[in-house]
Nanobody, 123 residues
Framework: QVQLVESGGGLVQAGGSLRLSCAAS??????MGWFRQAPGQEREFVAA????????YYADSVKGRFSISRDNAKNTVYLQMNSLKPEDTAVYYC??????????????????WGQGTQVTVSS
């Protein structure tokens, strides 16, 4: 049974940092990513990383502030979030796919999802 378990969310002041973790189990994946959804908004792409080559991709809104990485031995992906802004407030979801379809920024590119972790940035 495939499971993606996120952790690391919380409340932080603007300018602060948080690190999210997503521990995967049940199988290996070709690509893992992070999406986020703010109240009343669509779920949007944040970052992704391929498992073999370690290629990384970011939404323009987080480039230079967020960093995605992976630990192959632990089957875990991380999202380091620095210089956080109130507009980063959202539920953050981990996503994974066994097959990289080429469109890392689309929800349809992922087959498995975590339960989400809340990130709240106060001004």
């Amino acid at each position: 049974q495939v499971q993606l378990v996120e952790s690391g969310g919380g409340l932080v002041q603007a300018g602060g940092s948080l690190r999210l973790s997503c521990a995967a189990s049940g199988r290996t994946f070709s690509i893992m990513g992070w999406f986020r959804q703010a109240p009343g908004q669509e779920r949007e792409f944040v970052a992704a990383i391929t498992w073999s080559g370690g290629n990384t991709y970011y939404a323009d809104s987080v480039k230079g502030r967020f960093s995605i990485s992976r630990d192959n031995a632990k089957n875990t992906v991380y999202l380091q979030m620095n210089s956080l802004k109130p507009e980063d407030t959202a539920v953050y979801y981990c996503a994974a796919s066994a097959y990289y379809r080429g469109y890392y920024y689309r929800r349809s590119g992922y087959d498995y999802w975590g339960q989400g972790t809340q990130v709240t940035v106060s001004s």
